[in-house]
C-alpha cells in the first residue's frame, strides 16, 4: 500500500516544524508514543529519572535520558531525542551505559531490553547491549503502512513487553575475551605481519594491500573503542580490558557466530554498515569521504580470520591514548617500506618542539585556527588538538561546560589538515586518525594546496568539487592563525607540464626579477612554495611554524627565498635540528624549525631571533623496527629537550630572554641558519690565553706538502716535494690509493694505473705526514702515515703536511681530532649539506700549545698503542700460520679456487 503522506509530511507532523530538541519531543517524540500505545503512567520524562554515571568514549559523565518507559512498574527501554541537525552516534554509548547500569541494579534479569535514538528525521532501534542498530527508520517510514513502521510496533509496543518475562541476567564472565596492552614493538610487528599475510595471499601490490589493511585495521579500532566504552568491561591490574565475548565484534568468534548469516560477515556487515554510517554523516556535510561511495572490504574471508586473529587480543585504542598519533606512524612504518617513507612521517619529537614553538593560544573568548597543509596522516593535527585541548583542561578558571565547548570548538572547527596524495589517500588516513579522536575529519581535505585557486575539474565529482569550494571559501574569508607544517622537501613542480605550469604562474617566487625584466624560472621546490602559499593563507600576525632545509636558509641559490621571507615575514625563531633528525626516512638533509610571523606591513621592522641548536630530538626515531633499550633513553633525552627549548623560547616571547640564545637583526642579512649566526669559532681562545696557555694557529705548527700550495703565503710556510707529485695524464705507475677513516687511521684502498685516476695530480705520502680530509675531518678523518704506508698517493681531496720543528705529528693529530678542534672546524667549514674544510681554514683553527709534560705523556701513549697494534697483528699473523701450517688449512689449491671463484666487486 503506498504512503498517503508527501516527501515533507509523516502521519505525525510536517518536516518542517521539526528543529530544535523539544520540537522533535513535542511533534514527534509524544505522539511516536500515543501511536505505540504507551499512556501518561508508562512514560517517565528526564526531569523524574535518576541521572547515573556514564561512560563516554574515555571518559565517564552524568546522564540520565529524556524517556524512560515503563511496562508493570518495571523500565523496559528508554529514549533519547535530538535536535534533527545533530548526529546519533555520538550518543549510543552514554544510552547504552545508562541501560546496563539499570539492569546491573536487578539481580534476577535484564528488564531493560531496547533503547532508540531519534532525531525527528532518523530513528535507530537498539538491543540494549549492541552498538549498532536492529532497526533504522527515515522521516518518511513514519505512513503507518511501511514495514519498518510495522515492525517497530512490533517489538517495541507495550504488549510486547507485557508478554514476556525479562531475560536473565547472564554470568558476566561466562565467556569473555582479554584485550591487552602491547609494547609498540610487538604492535609494529603485528602490524607488519599482517601486511605481508595480505600481500601474499591475496596478490595485491603493496600499495593495494595497504589500503585494505586501513579498512581492516579502523574496524579493530572502532571495535577497540567501543570496548573501552562498554560499562561491562573490566580493568585489570596490567592496563588490560576483560570484555564480554559476545560484545567483541572484531574476534574470530564473532566471524564464526556470524558466518551461517554471511560468507564474509567482517566486510559484509561490519564494513558496509561502516560505510553507510559514513555515507549518511557525508550527506549532512557532518564528515569528509574516508571510503569510496559503495567501497568494499575486497578481501577473502580466510584472510580476514587470520589478520583478525593475529589483531585481536591486542588493545590499539589505548596506544592514542596520549594523542600521539603513534598508532598510525608505527602503522606506516610497519606496512611501508624505503625513502617513500620521507613524505609520511615527522619524527614525533620534531612535531613535538614544533607545535611548543608554536605556542598555540587557547582562550575563553578566543582560540586559534590551524592548517597543516601537507598533513600526511595528521601527525601535526592530533599533536596540535593534544596540546589546545591540554591547555583547556589545566585551566582552573573555566567551568565544565565551558571545557566542554572549546574542546569541541577545537576539535570540529579549529584544525585544519590538507594532503594532495592519492596513493596512499594520506586525507582519508588522517581523517580516520582525527575521527578516532573525536573531531571527524570534517575539517580535512583532498586537494593540492599549492593551487592557489583551488580549481575544480568537469572530471571531478560534485563531492570533490563541493570540498574544494568549501576550502576556499574558509581560506578566501578568515584565513588562519598558525601554519603548523613539514612540506616535502624534494618535490618540484616544473613548466613540462600545463597543470604545474599554472600552478608556478601563481606564485611570486616562480619568477627572477632582474632589473626591468621578470623571467619564469623552469622549475621551483614545493617546500619553497609552501613559504609564499602559507603567507596567503595566514591572517596578519600569523605565524607559520615550519621544518625546513637548510639549505634555503643558508645555500647561496637560495638567496632570493630568503629575502622573500624577510621581506614578507619576521622571523622569530630558528631551532637547528641534527642532522640525523629525518633518518628514519632515509632523508639526507639538514633541517630546522622556524618560527615567521606574517608582517601587518610591509615597513615592519624585523626584532631579535631567537636561535637555538638541538642535538637529541629527533634522533630518537630509528630507521629499523627493532626496539631497544636505547630507545627509551633517547626519547626522554629529546623530550627534556624540547621542555628546555620552549621555555627559553616563552622566555624570549615574554622579554626575559638568555642572551647566549639570542641574535641580533643584522645577524640574518645574509644567512639565516643558526651554524651561520650564532656559534663562532675561536670562542675558547680568551678563556685558554686567560689560564695562561699559549694559541696557535694550526698553520704555525704544520708545513703544507700539497694540498693547497696556493694558499701558502711563503717558502717558510710548505715543503718541497715536488718528486712525490703524480701526473696521471703523463704517467703509467701503478699506485694504491690512500683512505683515511674516521677513526683517524690510515689504510690502503684501491690500486689503480695512475693514468685511469679522475684527477689531474697526486701526491705520495711519506712516514709522518699529516693527512687532513677536506670532506670528513669534522668527523675525525685526520690520520698520521706510519712507515708501512709511506708511496700511497693522496688526491687533491686531502691535505698533506709535516709538523715544523719542535711538534710531533701525534701531538697534532690528537689535537686536530678533539672534539673542540673539530667543533671550530665544522663551524667554519663551507656548503651547507656537506662540511668540508681546506687548509685556509684548517691553518687559522686556534688551539692551546700543551705543556711539555702534557706533550710527552700524550706522544708516548701514542707510541705504545701503536707498538700494541703492530704487535698484536703480528699474533693473529702467528696464530693463522700455525693452524694453517699444522692442518693444511693453507693451501696452493685452496688460495687457486679462492681466486678463481670469488664473487666480483
Not at 704487535?871 to 678463481?900: C, I, M, P
Request: aromatic letters at 8%.
Amino acid at each position: 500500500m503506498s504512503s498517503a503522506y508527501g516527501s515533507r509530511r509523516n502521519m505525525f507532523c510536517d518536516r518542517d516544524v521539526l528543529g530544535n530538541e523539544a520540537s522533535v519531543e513535542t511533534f514527534f517524540v509524544n505522539r511516536l508514543l500515543t501511536e505505540l500505545g504507551y499512556r501518561d503512567e508508562h512514560i517517565r520524562t528526564k526531569e523524574s529519572l535518576e541521572t547515573l554515571k556514564v561512560n563516554q568514549g574515555r571518559q565517564r559523565k552524568l546522564y540520565r535520558p529524556d524517556y524512560a518507559l515503563e511496562v508493570d512498574n518495571t523500565v523496559r527501554w528508554i529514549l533519547e531525542a535530538k535536535a534533527v541537525d545533530e548526529s546519533l552516534t555520538p550518543f549510543v554509548g552514554q544510552a547504552a551505559s545508562y541501560c546496563h547500569q539499570i539492569n546491573a541494579s536487578h539481580r534476577d534479569g535484564n528488564p531493560v531490553t531496547h533503547f532508540i535514538m531519534t532525531n525527528g528525521v532518523s530513528t535507530e532501534i537498539y538491543e540494549w547491549d549492541r552498538q549498532d542498530p536492529i532497526l533504522s527508520l527515515s522521516f518518511k517510514d513514519f505512513d503507518g503502512v511501511s514495514s519498518k513502521w510495522a515492525k517497530l510496533k512490533e517489538i517495541m509496543a507495550p504488549d510486547s513487553f507485557a508478554s514476556a518475562r525479562w531475560a536473565a541476567q547472564p554470568a558476566l564472565f561466562d565467556s569473555t575475551i582479554e584485550i591487552r596492552r602491547a609494547s609498540i614493538s610487538e604492535i609494529n610487528a603485528a602490524f607488519a605481519w599482517c601486511h605481508k599475510f595480505i600481500y601474499r595471499r591475496e596478490n595485491y601490490s603493496y600499495s593495494a594491500a595497504f589500503m585494505e589493511f586501513v579498512k581492516v585495521v579502523f574496524l579493530k579500532l572502532l571495535s577497540d573503542k567501543a570496548a573501552h566504552a562498554n560499562p561491562g568491561v573490566t580493568v585489570l591490574e596490567n592496563g588490560s580490558l576483560q570484555v564480554p565475548a559476545e560484545e567483541v565484534k572484531f574476534s574470530t568468534a564473532w566471524i564464526e557466530k556470524m558466518e551461517g548469516e554471511s560468507p564474509n560477515p567482517v566486510a559484509d556487515v561490519q564494513f558496509n554498515n561502516l560505510v553507510r554510517q559514513l555515507e549518511e554523516e557525508i550527506r549532512q556535510r557532518k564528515k569528509k569521504r574516508i571510503f569510496g561511495q559503495g567501497e568494499i572490504l575486497d578481501l577473502s574471508p580466510e584472510t580476514i580470520k587470520g589478520v583478525v586473529a593475529k589483531l585481536q587480543d591486542l588493545d590499539l585504542y589505548s596506544m592514542d591514548s596520549d594523542l600521539n598519533g603513534r598508532l598510525f606512524e608505527t602503522f606506516l612504518n610497519a606496512t611501508l617500506r624505503g625513502k617513500d617513507l620521507g613524505q609520511f612521517f615527522t619524527p614525533r619529537s620534531v612535531v613535538k618542539l614544533a607545535t611548543s614553538l608554536a605556542d598555540l593560544q587557547v582562550r575563553r573568548d578566543h582560540v586559534e585556527t590551524v592548517i597543516d597543509a601537507c598533513c600526511g596522516t595528521g601527525g601535526f593535527l592530533i599533536e596540535s588538538l593534544a596540546d589546545m585541548w591540554g591547555k583547556v583542561d589545566g585551566n582552573k578558571s573555566l567551568s565544565a561546560s565551558e571545557k566542554v565547548r572549546l574542546r569541541d570548538e577545537i576539535a570540529t572547527q579549529r584544525i585544519y589538515g590538507i594532503d594532495v596524495a592519492k596513493e596512499p589517500a594520506l586525507a582519508r588516513i588522517a581523517r580516520i586518525n582525527m575521527y578516532l579522536h573525536g573531531d571527524g575529519g570534517s575539517r580535512v581535505y583532498q586537494l593540492d594546496a599549492l593551487d592557489k585557486r583551488v580549481r575544480s575539474y568537469a572530471t571531478e565529482t560534485r563531492e570533490v568539487r563541493d570540498e574544494k569550494e568549501e576550502f576556499k571559501g574558509i581560506a578566501d574569508r578568515s584565513g588562519f592563525d598558525v601554519a603548523l607544517t613539514n612540506p616535502p622537501f624534494a618535490k618540484e613542480y616544473a613548466r613540462k607540464t600545463d597543470v604545474e605550469r599554472q600552478i608556478l604562474d601563481q606564485y611570486e617566487l616562480a619568477f627572477m626579477d632582474s632589473g626591468r625584466t621578470r623571467k619564469p624560472v623552469s622549475s621551483l621546490k614545493s617546500s619553497m612554495m609552501f613559504i609564499e602559499r602559507y603567507h596567503d593563507l595566514l591572517r596578519p600576525g600569523g605565524r607559520l611554524v615550519t621544518v625546513i632545509d637548510d639549505s634555503i636558509l643558508g645555500g647561496d641559490r637560495e638567496k632570493r627565498i630568503r629575502s622573500y621571507i624577510r621581506d614578507k615575514f619576521i622571523v622569530k625563531a630558528v631551532v637547528s635540528l641534527p642532522g640525523d633528525a629525518f633518518q628514519r626516512s632515509q632523508a639526507r638533509v639538514k633541517t630546522s624549525v622556524v618560527v615567521l610571523q606574517k608582517k601587518h606591513h610591509a615597513e615592519e621592522e624585523q626584532t631579535p631571533i631567537f636561535m637555538y641548536y638541538c642535538t637529541r630530538v629527533g634522533i630518537d626515531e630509528v630507521a629499523r623496527q627493532r626496539v631497544l633499550p636505547i630507545d627509551e633513553e633517547n626519547r626522554r633525552a629529546a623530550e627534556a629537550e624540547i621542555d628546555k627549548v620552549g621555555k627559553l623560547y616563552r622566555d624570549f616571547l615574554n622579554g626575559n630572554p638568555d642572551e647566549a640564545w639570542i641574535v641580533s637583526p643584522e645577524a640574518i642579512e645574509g644567512r639565516m641558519d643558526v651554524k651561520a649566526c650564532l656559534p663562532s669559532a675561536g670562542r675558547n681562545v680568551e678563556r685558554w690565553r686567560e689560564e695562561g696557555h699559549e694559541v696557535l694557529g694550526v698553520g704555525q705548527m704544520l708545513k703544507l706538502a700539497f694540498g693547497g700550495a696556493e694558499f701558502a703565503t711563503s717558502e717558510e710556510d710548505s715543503v718541497d716535494r715536488a718528486s712525490d707529485v703524480v701526473i696521471p695524464a703523463d704517467s703509467e705507475e701503478l699506485v694504491t690509493l690512500l683512505r683515511v677513516r674516521y677513526d683517524g687511521t690510515a689504510e690502503p684502498g684501491e690500486t689503480i694505473a695512475a693514468s685511469d685516476s679522475t684527477y689531474d695530480v697526486l701526491y705520495k705520502v711519506r712516514a709522518g705526514d699529516v693527512v687532513i680530509s677536506h670532506i670528513n675531518a669534522v668527523h675525525g678523518a685526520v690520520a698520521v702515515i706510519p712507515e708501512e704506508l709511506e708511496g700511497l698517493v693522496a688526491t687533491k681531496e686531502y691535505t698533506v703536511c709535516r709538523p715544523r720543528k719542535g711538534y710531533h705529528p701525534y701531538l697534532i693529530w690528537q689535537m686536530l681530532r678533539t672534539p673542540e678542534a673539530r667543533a671550530d672546524l665544522l663551524l667554519s667549514s663551507t656548503g651547507m649539506g656537506r662540511t668540508r674544510v681546506d687548509w685556509p681554514i684548517v691553518s687559522q683553527l686556534q688551539l692551546p700549545v700543551p705543556s711539555m709534560q702534557i706533550s710527552e705523556a700524550a706522544i708516548k701513549a701514542v707510541e705504545d698503542a701503536r707498538a700494541l697494534e703492530r704487535k698484536a697483528q703480528e699474533l693473529y699473523v702467528t696464530a693463522a700460520k700455525t693452524l694453517g701450517s699444522s692442518l693444511n688449512l693453507d693451501n696452493t689449491e685452496a688460495r687457486a679456487l679462492l681466486a678463481a671463484f670469488k664473487p666480483p666487486r
